[in-house]
């Protein structure tokens, strides 16, 4: 993850702090399968054909990893995570887990 901007004003410090908080205790919820996968995919910027050579399984074992753990943290991350303004591109290896939307009343 990129590191913030030290000129940027204190409070996007402490938004960009406690967004990535969460979302180390969220990866930490997750069984060790699902974790791997989301490592693998969106911090060391794997496909999908190189996680099932890497993981030795099959391509749609790494897929159902893959949507399991978005799931779980859709249910997990707080709803101000993902939540950029408009204007601003995603932050450079943010990945989508800050596009993560968070689950409907009726998704449960």
């Known amino acids: 993850m990129a590191l913030p901007s030290l000129d940027a004003p204190l409070d996007d410090l402490v938004e960009a702090a406690e967004t990535s908080e969460a979302v180390w205790d969220a990866l930490g919820k997750l069984s060790p399968n699902q974790r791997t996968a989301i490592v693998l995919r969106y911090y060391l910027d794997m496909s999908e054909a190189d996680m099932s050579d890497r993981l030795e399984c099959p391509p749609g074992t790494v897929k159902w990893r ?17 939540r950029a303004e408009e204007d601003e591109p995603p932050t450079k290896g943010a990945g989508p887990l800050y596009s993560v939307q968070p689950a409907k009343e009726g998704d449960k």
């Open 66 to 82: 893959l949507h399991a753990a978005r799931e779980r943290l859709r249910r997990i991350l707080p709803a101000w995570v993902g």
